[in-house]
């Protein structure tokens, strides 16, 4: 499912639209393929007789409570985390219900770097960090797929934008887009 072009502004073009890489969700199926086995076990092996039904019971709210907090929260976190780029500007947004996001203009951009250690780059992801002009300053973004991919859009976005020139700035400071 593609960002919704509701959020977009008007003549907004999407370039990328990403989620984090897939091994934000290895350690999630991991403990799927722990915990069921371990839990459908632990549910055979309960000792026979009137007490067998709450041990089942016990053992089966727990691995629920497991799942739940160690494989779906983590998918649903995976699955709405996103990472936009359109022909303007950066977008993130994060969250499950409450949500929180960013976007940051492609024009204040003032640095694109990337790093990935030798899993990551095996992987081909990274982390991306994006310097701005704003008050805010730094974007951080983890577990991008194709970073150096990413950074090298993020680069021929933010270049082919109109730039400030210092020449054309009035008496008062103000700069016209050239």
Known sequence: MGYPRKLLSADEDVELDLHPHWKALVRPVLAL???VP?????AARAPEGS??????????VVAVA???????MPF??????????TDRRLITRRGIIARNGRDMPLSRINDISFSHTVFERILGCGTLVVE??????????TAVPGVEDVQRRLYELADELPHW????????????RA
């Open 33 to 35: 393929l722990v915990v």
């Open 76 to 85: 649903l976190r995976w699955v709405t985390t996103h990472y936009v780029v």
């Open 51 to 60: 007490g067998r039904a709450p041990v089942q019971i016990a053992i089966g």
């Open 66 to 72: 497991l799942l739940v907090w160690l494989t779906l």
């Open 132 to 141: 701005s002009a704003g008050e805010r300053g730094q974007l951080v973004l």
């Open 38 to 42: 371990l839990a459908s076990y632990g």
């Open 165 to 176: 020139h210092d020449d054309e700035a009035d008496d008062a400071g103000y700069v016209d």
